[in-house]
């Protein structure tokens, strides 16, 4: 059980933010969310991860609503190149760190 | 080259032949986990390993399937007597921190890949 629901696909103009939801409404206090990216073929790319504060870095953004039951991606200025299925995962098991991947939001970039 | 390197990047097998996946992780990574991915799919854990030792393989099917590494060389995924449903992409990973620890944490190092055809 992934515990996350994404959309399935999203578009985004070239230029624009995306940003990409996730509902963890199951979260317990402990859990962090984490997001990867895969692109066509390659393996996936971690892009951040938060606990209940909002995070930056340098790809992207991450809000984390206040009850930790949803969260937000922001891509500030999208590009061709981050056309991609996006994950979102909530961590289920500190002994192992094994992430349980959904089947995340594919988001197309076009100019 | 200081990411994880998978080989063979392609496989192609016919159906009851074994399949070896190899997976050489980050250098100073003392921690791999494999996924399977099949096509239009997520992935999914199959096993994660420390040096010498099978840590987590709840992900694995019980049969003809096995998976190591090795106090020396890279970690070996086997699948023996493939059959067409093992026809997926299988991605290593690799990190550095001890799981549990309040280490800081930056994210799995993914190879490309290794994609099996089982004819």
């Known amino acids: 059980d992934a515990k996350t629901t994404q959309p399935p696909s999203m578009d985004c103009a070239e230029g624009r933010a995306a940003n990409l939801p996730c509902n963890h409404s199951?979260?317990?206090?402990?859990?962090?969310v984490y997001w990867y990216r895969q692109i066509h073929s390659q393996g996936p790319q971690y892009i951040i991860h938060?606990?209940?504060n909002n995070e930056t870095n340098e790809m992207a953004s991450l809000i984390i609503t206040e009850d930790r039951k949803s969260s937000t991606l922001i891509l500030p200025h999208a590009t061709l190149r981050d056309t991609a299925v996006y994950y979102c995962i909530v961590r289920v098991d500190y002994n192992t760190d094994k992430l349980i991947f959904g089947t995340g939001t594919r988001l197309q970039v076009f100019p | 080259n200081a990411g994880v390197m998978q080989n063979p990047r392609h496989l192609v097998r016919r159906r009851g032949q074994e399949a070896r996946l190899r997976c050489s992780p980050v250098k100073g990574h003392s921690h791999v986990y494999w996924y399977r991915q099949l096509p239009e799919e997520g992935l999914k854990f199959m096993v994660y390993l420390q040096k010498e030792n099978i840590i987590d393989e709840s992900g694995m099917p019980k049969e003809r399937f096995s998976a190591e590494f090795p106090k020396e060389g890279p970690s070996i995924l086997r699948i023996q007597q493939v059959v067409r449903g093992d026809s997926a992409a299988y991605f290593c990973a690799s990190s550095p921190r001890t799981p549990g620890t309040k280490r800081d944490y930056y994210g799995y190092t993914f190879g490309s890949g290794t994609r099996l055809t089982v004819v």
């Open positions: 938060g606990l209940k």
């Open positions: 199951t979260i317990s206090g402990n859990e962090y």
